[in-house]
């Protein structure tokens, strides 16, 4: 089901759980609603245009959904929400994790050749879930693939969720 919240610092405009923006503004024709088209900077971030006293603003659309879905405690440092597909235009709240702008910058570029650095099956020690390798482990819970394998390499956690993974035997 699609959940929409008004947009901060912008009340004519909503946004959904889905990664779509609105304008809710009635127009003569009586026609509100109208959904948005998207574009991407040059870093691929989708983004939209909002007009606000007869100027357009740009705003990163997975800012936007972050902002209004993603309640979790989190350090001030974690400004910047991570696409856990690596798809910037796949904005749904279920993709979306809050990081730091560092780490999210870090988190895209290994997409850019990505591979596990373990191919056999891991485990998350806590939790018990199996994932087949490193980067699906990585791209489940937010993390770099090389820091799962540093992390269990040393034996010890991923930064930033704390979380232990082990080889299966």
Known sequence: MEDWRVVQGFECYSVSTLGRVRSDIAYKNGNAGLILSQSTNQRGVAYVGLMKNGVQHKRSVALMVAHAFIYTARPLTFTTPINLDGDRMN????????????FARKYFRQFLHPRARITRPIVEVKSKEVFE?????AITHGLLDQEIFEAIKDKTYVWPTYQRFEVLR
Do not use: F, I
């Not at 904005?91 to 560092?102: A, D, G, I, K, S």
């Not at 390798?133 to 482990?137: E, I, R």
């Open 133 to 137: 390798d490193s980067w699906t482990a």
């Open 91 to 102: 904005n749904r709240v279920e993709n979306l994790l809050w990081r730091p702008t560092w």
